[in-house]
């Protein structure tokens, strides 16, 4: 019986480490190199949709971080040496029914487009050129003999 109760706290065990293991760490996305204050990150269903208000936690020893993605499924990762030295897990509390989920990081966002160009506004005593006349269609040519 014993031995029942060892192989079963081993199988415990190894099925909780590996289900961290396979679960997104810090240093996936933030290493002593970057210099931003923080990351963008991108939560996505399976069909690559981004999913909105997904609740994030990253905690391990004493230092915790929740957070929740926009609507277009983004949110930002703080950037701090004590979240590189612990190298929490992220956890994604998934909204119900969700089986599937991507966490990237953010595409960089589009630059602005170019200002318009102004279009000069005339003076008001002054009105727009009248369009030209179309030129005259020409004489149909005609074929055939003449009596």
């Keep these: 019986m014993r031995a029942a109760r060892v192989l079963v706290a081993v199988v415990v065990v190894s099925g909780l480490g590996s289900s961290c293991a396979l679960r997104p760490r810090y240093r996936d996305f933030v290493t002593p190199q970057t210099e931003a204050k923080s990351v963008q990150l991108l939560v996505t269903d399976g069909?690559?949709?981004?999913?909105?208000?997904?609740k994030v936690e990253l905690s391990e020893f004493k230092n915790r971080v929740a957070l929740t993605s926009?609507?277009?499924g983004t949110f930002a990762l703080p950037v701090d040496k004590k979240y590189l030295d612990e190298n929490p897990v992220l956890v994604l509390l998934l909204p119900p029914g969700t089986s599937k989920y991507e966490l990237a990081l953010a595409p960089p966002p589009l630059p602005p487009a170019p200002?318009?160009?102004?279009v000069p506004a005339?003076?008001?005593s002054e009105s727009p050129p009248a369009p030209s006349p179309p030129p005259p269609a020409p004489?149909?040519?005609?074929?055939?003999?003449t009596p």
């Design 122 to 124: 005339l003076p008001a």
């Design 70 to 72: 926009a609507a277009d």
């Design 115 to 118: 200002p318009a160009m102004p």
């Design 47 to 54: 069909a690559g949709a981004p999913m909105p208000n997904v």
């Design 139 to 145: 004489e149909p040519a005609t074929t055939g003999t």
